[in-house]
């Protein structure tokens, strides 16, 4: 995004408001002004000038501070975008309640823009009827309200209460500025999703394979903002190099015919529940090299190749339609370019009838214009329904647009 929004970085009392430095360091890089207004408990785990000098504004946390500026009004009033994280449960019961017992519960009475909330507390608090219920409350209310992830807590316990990563906080955040709260409505909450991503590697011999440009990240945010929409999601990953989105389970793989194994044995009833909705964003190879060579094939030796003889690889995304469980949503995408037969569109229906698939998210690649790219273009096309164009902007952006024309399908 080139303009430059105001945004309220809220950070309340818990360990983890270390994070929070991290969330505004990603929101000034990304070129937006940023207020960082904490609560008196945060100060006793960051001071306050490392607040005001990364984000190069004043930081106060009560109401008695710059009295002639109304802080404790204009902050809510100026922002673009609020988000609070850490969110403990004193500060989503205090938010909850409609407390205005200091700057920041001041500032989210007063804000009408959209309003991200990131708890991280104990397992034993989260889980507490007492915050559930202020959580279902701030949500009723149009606000988002992130899952925690599930992890190392401080000290040596471990379960649901831990903040997700910085870079996800951002992501998910900067997609609520762009897209509105709607775009992360809890609306997969009890949904088990299933993804694979990036692209397919083909050995040639131990040093070589045939690979593609996908570089894995419409995948990765698809993860992302599902698991941010309170889905159970797990990733099959080729060859992406990148940490896990938060709350989402990865099962790297490399070549087509192992994630093929990965997504039939994932997509079934083997592990239990079959998942609700299964999306094939990887590139699958096509073909596959004959025979991998057992040694490196050297130029000028009796192994030289003069062609590299090719197989087929087995269509995953044809095989989880056939094989899909009862009621078991199939997704797949299409990089397409127009040539002299027929427009992209064209050539997607063609393809979505072909592939027996629900929904097919068309990409437009002419001139290899997404590729590993931050940004991207959908359209999302289904058998029985006209054609939805997902505004252009981030790919977490874009996820959170396919994510709203798959979600009512879903049974
Ligand atoms: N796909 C798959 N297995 C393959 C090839 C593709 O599951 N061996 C999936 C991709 O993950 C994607 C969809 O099929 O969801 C369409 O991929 P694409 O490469 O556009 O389609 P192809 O089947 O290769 O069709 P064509 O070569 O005719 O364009």
Known sequence: MSTVSSIVLGVSGGVAAYKAAFVLRAFTEAGHDVRVVPTPGALHFVGAATFEALSGNPVTTDVWSDVPEVAHVRIGQAADLVVVAPATADLLARAAMGRADDLLTAT???ASCPVVFVPAMHTEMWLHPATQENVATLRRRGAVVLPPAVGRLTGPDSGPGRLPEPADIAALSLVVLSSGAAALAPDLAGRRVLISAGGTRE??????????RSSGKQGWALARVAAARGADVTLVAANVDAPAPF?????????????????????????GVAPDVVVMAAAVADFRPESVAASKLKKGS??????????RNPDVLAELVTKRAPGQLVVGFAAETGDEDADVLTHARAKLARKGCDV???????????????ENTVVVLTADGPATEVPHGSKDAVAAGIWTSVVPRLP
Do not use: H, K
């Not at 050995?203 to 593609?212: A, S």
């Not at 009796?302 to 003889?309: F, G």
């Open 360 to 374: 097919l998210v068309v990409n437009d690649v002419s001139g290899g214009q997404v590729f590993g790219r931050a």
């Open 247 to 271: 709350g989402v389970r990865v099962l790297p793989v490399g070549t087509a015919e192992e994630l093929r194994d990965a997504m039939v044995a994932e997509a079934g009833t083997g592990g």
């Open 203 to 212: 050995p040639l011999d131990p040093v070589r394979y045939l690979g593609n």
């Open 302 to 311: 009796t192994s030289e190749p003069s062609s590299v003889p090719l197989v």
């Open 108 to 110: 989210l009475l007063t």
